[in-house]
């Protein structure tokens, strides 16, 4: 028969044993606990932290205005891609915050800062907003005024004091390297069976500084061709609202599929019907540093591409920084690159999007936490679905679901909220802010 102390002191031990064991498996085997260091990040994607959440008034939502830039064919997709400064405008900026339009004409940007929600309101819609790509520190908002009335602003974060206004177009972006903004609208054009929207007059006015007497580009360089027929290459011969535009502008042809790339604060490429065109900004006035046939496209932020005719039958192709005319010849075991789109995302060794179209070999990871956001947060979505009608309206397949890996963030609004989470560090994550930061 076994004593009753050796009884207790055995029933003791193993309850000591037991609360260490409790106490200590969170910890990892390199701390002195019992468990693996890190759970596999697949086991994770279940559960994502949420940093900050923003509640939505009653008709107020993540949209803008029904204005898109002059070269986007198509209404882009409200997530966008991974958010960069070629894309179009998305009201989902970066991992910082979101621009609203609510009823009566209201809106505001509302930007997460210091563990609070800092508002920047405005009188009137918002047809695009941006925050600069390179520092954050800058907000970019074109404001519809009134019909076919519209202007930008400058506006300074976190303190949201105006830098600049001025009336301008439907739309503003930034340049790649975020020291300028690009701004314009369509020119009126006399005359019949010409379209009205065939004159496209640009600006371009810095972030800091002063932009100077107002310039406009003569297309006189000597070694190239004049310009186009009735464009208008003189200050008088711009409307009222053209000749009241500040900034170094320029006036190009333009019809529908044209494109335009503002890739430095002093360089943009244009590609239309004609061909293309590469303009430097020197001396405060745009002028030409190149142009030819064939289709031009960009490969973001590696280089541009040109695909160009040698004869009737015969098509060569072509490389060519983004930020100076250099072009080389690209082999021709090279693969077919794919149609342009502002979702590619290029580097050395090939090109993917957000969606996880992919050209060449790029050693990259296939997304997987879209699908996990969309799970996890159905069930918010069902819940905001009984709480508001309009929710239904707003997204009737699910929550919307806005990918911002190169921050390892992603936005989700549910219906009556927004959510904004981090994603999990996954190989792909890392690859992506390596990449594009």
Not at 307 to 326: C, F, G, I, Y
Not at 382 to 398: D, F, I, M, N
Request: hydrophobic letters at 40%.
């Amino acid at each position: 028969m076994i004593p009753q102390r050796y009884i207790i002191a055995t029933l003791f031990i193993a309850a000591m044993l037991l609360l260490f064991a409790v106490v200590q498996a969170p910890r990892p085997v390199s701390a002195g606990g019992v468990t693996a260091t890190e759970a596999p990040a697949l086991m994770n994607l279940g559960s994502f932290e949420l940093l900050a959440e923003f509640r939505m008034e009653e008709a107020w939502s993540p949209r803008f205005q029904g204005a898109q830039d002059p070269d986007q064919s198509e209404a882009w997709p409200f997530e966008g891609g991974f958010g960069t400064p070629w894309e179009p405008a998305s009201p989902y900026l970066s991992d910082q915050g979101l621009a609203l339009n609510g009823p009566q004409g209201h809106s505001e940007v509302v930007l997460w800062r210091g563990l609070e929600w800092r508002h920047y309101r405005f009188d009137a819609p918002l047809c695009s907003a941006r925050l600069d790509p390179v520092k954050g520190n800058r907000l970019l908002v074109t404001l519809q005024m009134g019909p076919a009335r519209f202007e930008t602003r400058l506006l300074e974060v976190p303190e949201g004091r105006v830098l600049w206004s001025t009336q301008s177009g439907p739309w503003s972006r930034f340049s790649w390297d975020g020291k300028a903004a690009l701004l314009g609208f369509f020119e009126p054009v006399e005359g019949r069976g010409e379209s009205r929207e065939a004159r496209l007059l640009l600006s371009v006015l810095p972030l800091d500084g002063d932009p100077g007497e107002p310039s406009l580009a003569a297309w006189d360089e000597a070694d190239l061709p004049g310009p186009p027929r009735g464009l208008a290459t003189k200050a008088e011969a711009l409307s009222e609202d053209g000749q009241d535009l500040p900034g170094a502008r320029l006036v190009i042809p333009w019809h529908a599929g044209d494109r335009l790339w503002f890739s430095r604060r002093d360089w943009l490429w244009h590609s239309g019907l004609g061909g293309w065109t590469a303009w430097a900004l020197e001396r405060g006035q745009w002028r030409r540093q190149g142009q030819g046939p064939g289709l031009l496209s960009a490969h973001p932020p590696q280089e541009m591409a040109l695909v160009e005719p040698l004869n009737a039958d015969t098509m060569t192709r072509k490389l060519s920084p983004v930020d100076r005319l250099a072009w080389q010849p690209v082999p021709d075991a090279t693969q077919p690159w794919p149609a342009w789109d502002p979702a590619w995302v290029w580097h050395e060794e090939g090109a993917f999007d957000a969606w996880d179209q992919r050209w060449s070999d790029t050693k990259l990871p296939p997304e997987r936490q879209r699908k996990s956001l969309l799970e996890a947060y159905r069930s918010d979505w069902r819940a905001a679905t009984g709480l508001r009608v309009s929710v239904k309206g707003w997204l009737p397949r699910g929550p919307e679901v806005a990918l911002r890996e190169p921050a390892g963030a992603a936005w989700i609004w549910v219906g009556d909220r927004v959510l904004l989470v981090r994603l999990v560090e996954v190989e792909r994550v890392r690859f992506l802010r390596k990449l594009l930061r």
